[in-house]
Structure formats: C-alpha cells, structure tokens
C-alpha cells in the first residue's frame, strides 16, 4: 500500500506534475524515546490525503525506501507547519530521511507578524478564512497529547 501511495503521488493527475507536497507526523513522546507513529501525507497531484501507519507490519523498514526520494527530491516543495520541531527530525532519526526544499508555515507566520514564535495552526487557519478552522481546532485540542502509538486508531483521530 506505500508503494501504491507513492505512485499515485507521483502519477496522480496526469496533467499536473508533483511538485508539492504536504506533511504532518504524529509521535509518541510519552516516554524516554520518541519515534513517529503516525505520517499524513498529501500532494498537489492527488484529491485525497494518505494515512502511512509506520507501526503496521512490514511499513517501517519500507519508508525511507519510498518516500525518502520525495522528501529529497529538490524539485518537491515539502510544505508542513511546525516541521523543524519535531517532524523532519523525527523522519531522519526514524527513517534516514532527509527533507530538502522545506517550507515551514509556522515560520513564515511568525515572519508576516514579525514576531518569534508563529501561529499555531488553527489560529493561521482562522487568518485565512479557511472554512473549517473551528472544526480543526476542536480536534486538534481533543487529540495533540493522544497516545498515537495505540492501535486501532479512533476514527476522529484520523480525521
């Protein structure tokens, strides 16, 4: 299924090329050691996000072997917010995946308001206008300190 992820990435809608994608990781950093749990992941060839479950049998070892080249691939745009923090770490510690060409909405919100810290995700979202933000937010609250290495995952979670 990562395999197939990939390709529809990089296939998509063939009339566009793949030349931006967007990320989020979710890890467990309830103990002494931290590792990724969860990896969303979506792209401007695609009309729908992926889920990748790093815990399911086999997926590990098969990341850095897939998605690797996309997160090196200079011509991608890897757009996240708040990706210095912990995710492109975590995907290098994790996976020896190195993130080229980046670009952090937290920063540059912070950068617009010339201020050090950026906004928060919801609160950027509401910026904007963004139609859904309160929904997000609601969501975002419920599930920023859930326990993403428990299986089955809520539902709403994966919203």
């Given at each position: 299924?990562?395999?197939?992820?990939?390709?529809?990435?990089?296939?998509?809608?063939?009339?566009?090329?793949l030349n931006?994608?967007?990320?989020?990781?979710?890890?467990?950093?309830?103990?002494?050691?931290?590792?990724?749990?969860?990896?969303?992941?979506t792209a401007?060839?695609?009309?729908?996000?992926?889920?990748?479950?790093?815990?399911?049998?086999?997926?590990?070892?098969?990341?850095?072997?897939?998605?690797?080249?996309?997160?090196?691939?200079?011509?991608?745009?890897?757009?996240?917010?708040?990706?210095?923090?912990?995710?492109?770490?975590?995907?290098?510690?994790?996976?020896?995946?190195?993130?080229?060409?980046?670009?952090?909405?937290?920063?540059?919100?912070a950068i617009?308001?010339?201020?050090?810290?950026?906004?928060?995700?919801?609160?950027?979202?509401?910026?904007?206008?963004?139609?859904?933000?309160?929904?997000?937010?609601?969501?975002?609250?419920?599930?920023?300190?859930?326990?993403?290495?428990?299986?089955?995952?809520?539902?709403?979670?994966?919203?």
């Amino acid at each position: 299924k990562l395999k197939v992820c990939v390709e529809e990435l990089l296939c998509g809608d063939r009339a566009t090329s793949l030349n931006e994608i967007a990320f989020d990781l979710e890890m467990d950093n309830q103990s002494n050691v931290v590792r990724t749990c969860l990896i969303q992941i979506t792209a401007n060839t695609v009309q729908k996000d992926y889920i990748i479950d790093p815990l399911a049998a086999g997926v590990w070892d098969a990341i850095g072997i897939h998605l690797g080249p996309l997160f090196s691939d200079r011509s991608i745009l890897k757009i996240g917010h708040g990706i210095g923090g912990m995710d492109t770490s975590s995907l290098h510690r994790d996976f020896g995946i190195i993130v080229v060409n980046a670009f952090d909405t937290c920063e540059a919100s912070a950068i617009i308001r010339h201020s050090k810290e950026g906004m928060n995700l919801p609160s950027l979202c509401k910026h904007y206008a963004l139609p859904a933000w309160e929904h997000y937010r609601v969501l975002k609250n419920r599930f920023q300190t859930t326990n993403w290495c428990k299986r089955p995952l809520p539902k709403e979670a994966l919203e």
